[in-house]
């Protein structure tokens, strides 16, 4: 735990979402993830190609959102855009699973739409599933999380942080339901290194969030 807290630039996807994110912007965001190593950033589709050329020669990953942030995209357009997000350079995918359908009771729709998505792009694409466990019950959670690793994806993520902010029960809640099999990232409402601790107590093995700096910082000060 204290060689991650050490390392905590290590376990975060540096993340510009929202809809008025300007290239200037994503430039901001690329020098800052290459200035403070971190794991990787986080760009709607559109911005993709442009991140991929500023990272390039890097250690720094591109993840790009699929179905972001409502997941109610049909599923041969989000199979498309996670091949196209590939081709424009993405290493991962951060897909929106479809709440209606998880909310229903559906979970074999859900896991098939992930093993279509994961179909879609190359086997060392790591691909994350966003469940947006602040709309779900604990045993909607649960059942998603099954869709997910039956669908193939390697993490399950919390949530877009469109619809409220992770906490420390919805990540053990999911990180006890994996059994080991995949991992947990937590995104929403990170803005402390507290929080991060909290959440890397209860599973998280990766960090989403636009205050990365803030919170690399903030932990440098404590140690």
Known sequence: MTNQLNNLNLLFDHAALKPDVTEQAITKLCNEAVEHKFFAVAVNTCWVRTAAEL??????????????????NRTDIKTDEAARAVSDGADEIDMVANIGWLKSGEFTKVEQEIKDVRKSVPFNVLLKVIIECSLLTKLEQISAVKAVINGGAQFVKTGTGFSGGVTPEQVKILFEAIGGQIDVKASGGIKTAGQCQKLIECGASRLGSSSSVAIVQEQQQLT
């Open 55 to 72: 990272v390039r020669s890097t250690n720094v990953k591109v993840v790009s959102t699929v179905g972001f942030p409502l997941g109610a």
